[in-house]
T-cell receptor, first 112, second 116 residues
Framework: DAKTTQPPSMDCAEGRAANLPCNHSTISGNEYVYWYRQIHSQGPQYIIHGLKNNETNEMASLIITEDRKSSTLILPHATLRDTAVYYCIVSPRNTNAGKSTFGDGTTLTVKP | DAGVTQSPTHLIKTRGQQVTLRCSPKSGHDTVSWYQQALGQGPQFIFQYYEEEERQRGNFPDRFSGHQFPNYSSELNVNALLLGDSALYLC???????????????FGPGTRLTVL
C-alpha cells in the first residue's frame, strides 16, 4: 500500500470549514483514497473514499488532485464533536477492504 | 443492527499468558480484520479472515493467530504475551469477495489489553 503523509495536528474554529490535507505521492492507479476518523476511546469511523473524482457525502467532501498525489478532506462546518484523529489511507482496489495501512493521522481540534 | 461488537472491553494479563479476544461483525458482513493500536499511534493491521481462512497478514509474529467461524464471528489469540502487546485491539468488518470493488470497514469499540 502507498504511504501517506499528514500533518500531526490542526486547529479549527467551530462553524468554520476544516481542511485536512494528505499527501500520497506514490499512489498507484488502482488505489483508492480512504478517510477515517477516531474519536477518543472509540474505534475508527469511516468517512468517505474516492478514486479520482471529487466525492461528497453527508459527513464530508473529498477533493483529489488531478495527478492523485494528494487529497483534502473538507468538513464544511466543523463542530466540537468533530474533534478527533483523522486518518488518510490508500489501498489497492482488487483486495477486500482489509489490510488498510493507517499512519499516525492528523489530530483535529475544533475550538469554540 | 448492533454493529461490530467486541468482547471483553478490558483485559489484564501477565507476561507469558495467553489471551483470546472475540468479535462479531456487523450484520451482512462476511470479512473480519484485526488491528493493534498502541497508545498514540494509528492502528496496525494484524490479519484478515474471509470464508474461515486467513487471507492477508500484516507484520506480526506467529504468536498472533486467529479463527473465523461459520457465522462470520472471529477470535484473535495471542500466545506468550509480552509487555509490548499492551494495546487496543480493534476488529473491523466489511463485505466483499475479493472482487473488483471496495467497501468501507466498520470498526468495533476495541478491547483494551494490558500486560503486566
Amino acid at each position: 500500500d502507498a504511504k501517506t503523509t499528514q500533518p500531526p495536528s490542526m486547529d479549527c474554529a467551530e462553524g468554520r470549514a476544516a481542511n485536512l490535507p494528505c499527501n500520497h505521492s506514490t499512489i498507484s492507479g488502482n488505489e483508492y483514497v480512504y478517510w477515517y476518523r477516531q474519536i477518543h476511546s472509540q474505534g475508527p469511523q469511516y468517512i468517505i473514499h474516492g478514486l479520482k473524482n471529487n466525492e461528497t457525502n453527508e459527513m464530508a467532501s473529498l477533493i483529489i488532485t488531478e495527478d492523485r498525489k494528494s487529497s483534502t478532506l473538507i468538513l464544511p462546518h466543523a463542530t466540537l464533536r468533530d474533534t478527533a484523529v483523522y486518518y488518510c489511507i490508500v489501498s489497492p482496489r482488487n483486495t477486500n477492504a482489509g489490510k488498510s495501512t493507517f499512519g499516525d493521522g492528523t489530530t483535529l481540534t475544533v475550538k469554540p | 443492527d448492533a454493529g461490530v461488537t467486541q468482547s471483553p472491553t478490558h483485559l489484564i494479563k501477565t507476561r507469558g499468558q495467553q489471551v483470546t479476544l472475540r468479535c462479531s461483525p456487523k450484520s451482512g458482513h462476511d470479512t473480519v480484520s484485526w488491528y493493534q493500536q498502541a497508545l498514540g499511534q494509528g492502528p496496525q493491521f494484524i490479519f484478515q479472515y474471509y470464508e474461515e481462512e486467513e487471507r492477508q497478514r500484516g507484520n506480526f509474529p506467529d504468536r498472533f493467530s486467529g479463527h473465523q467461524f461459520p457465522n462470520y464471528s472471529s477470535e484473535l489469540n495471542v500466545n506468550a504475551l509480552l509487555l509490548g502487546d499492551s494495546a487496543l485491539y480493534l476488529c473491523a468488518s466489511s463485505s466483499g469477495t475479493g472482487g473488483d470493488y471496495r467497501t468501507e470497514q466498520f470498526f468495533g469499540p476495541g478491547t483494551r489489553l494490558t500486560v503486566l
